[in-house]
């Protein structure tokens, strides 16, 4: 798949929906994300455990539903070890759609967004089908295509409880005739989805560890080994772009001043791979240092860089710096 990288305006991506907004991962942050000009909307996908995709942060849903409101589930708490990392609550996979749906969606950082505690109590959690359905009818209501950017979280940990994402995922998005990136942290789901699919995959890199399926295959490689020439190469084998944590391209020192940028995004398209770099926040706390109180300014830094997309929580502020780039 041959791209071009000259003049090509940065695609705007709703981060979970416009969460800054919004409680994330939920049909009005999707929609009202779409209102304010985004490109792409941005699910996580996790599955429940009767094989429902559902846009959920992570499979433990105790930090964004109110399932500890309801003791009909307090027999589900359970602690879990997922990507080697000990979880305590209620997970996704132990409950069907039907008892998903009777929960609703709280704010993940109520310190950071006192504002979307409002909406507590209202919006219920979506499903993938609910979600495109979403896409689809918006995209003809308003004359414009909305890409749908999916993310497969802890895939082989689904995998290992027998509720694979992958086909699922795919038989959700087989009519679907809007722009579609398909996203993941882990490297053999998306080798896997290349064989099944021509739909452009993303391979997501953190500025730390290493892919959850490199550590439980005894792969000593992390994420910066993917990051060299040789290793963009092998990416652009099974994927179209990468989605980088945004410190791979601008980092920042001790104090959190930014730095001089690295040469990723011009290695990445020498081996053909778009860049798209998360996640932009309007809050001083997720800001760089000489950013802070002026989100626009981080937007600036990046696009003149040449990135190909950047994931934000507010996507009407990246579209208006984007507008007067």
């Known amino acids: 798949m041959t791209q071009t990288f000259i003049n090509k305006p940065p695609i705007i991506i709703a981060h979970r929906g416009a969460s800054g907004y919004r409680l994330e991962h ?8 779409i209102d304010l000009g985004a490109d792409y909307i941005e699910p996580d996908l996790v599955i429940t455990k009767d094989g429902v995709l559902i846009a959920r942060h992570e499979n433990e849903i105790s930090a964004t539903t109110d399932i500890a409101n309801h003791p009909e589930f307090a027999h589900l708490k359970t602690t879990k070890i997922i990507d080697n990392e000990i979880k305590t609550g209620w997970f996704t996979e132990d409950l069907t759609i039907a008892e998903i749906k009777t929960l609703t969606a709280k704010e993940r950082i109520p310190q950071l967004r006192p504002q979307n505690l409002v909406y507590e109590g209202i919006f219920p959690i979506p499903t993938f089908t609910e979600i495109i359905d979403l896409a689809q009818h918006k995209s003809q209501a308003i004359g414009r295509n909305i890409g749908i950017y999916p993310e497969t979280k802890h895939p082989s940990y689904f995998q290992s409880i027998s509720l ?16 579609i990136f398909i996203q993941s942290f882990e490297v053999s789901n998306l080798k896997g989805l290349s064989r099944k699919t021509d739909l452009p995959l993303v391979q997501l890199i953190n500025d730390t560890g290493q892919p959850y399926d490199f550590m439980i295959n005894n792969n ?10 040789k290793g963009l190469k092998e990416i652009a084998e099974y994927a179209q772009a990468i ?3 945004k410190n791979l391209l601008i980092p920042r020192d001790n104090h959190g001043q930014l730095l001089s940028p690295t040469s990723l995004i011009i290695d990445a398209h020498a081996a053909n791979l778009q860049v798209h770099a998360w996640t932009f926040r309007n809050e001083d706390f997720f ?31 990246a579209l208006k710096v984007k507008l007067y780039e």
Do not use: H, W
């Not at 694979?164 to 722009?179: A, G, K, R, Y």
């Open 26 to 33: 939920t049909l009005a942050s999707y929609e009202l994300a």
């Open 164 to 179: 694979p994402l992958e086909d699922t995922l795919l038989l959700s998005l087989q009519t679907v005739n809007l722009p």
């Open 220 to 229: 000593p490689r992390n994420y910066a080994d993917l990051l060299n020439q």
């Open 243 to 245: 989605g980088v944590n």
């Open 287 to 317: 800001l760089p240092l000489d950013c802070q109180g002026n989100p626009e300014q981080e937007y600036q830094s990046f696009f003149k860089l040449g990135v190909d997309g950047v994931f934000s929580d507010y996507p009407d502020k």
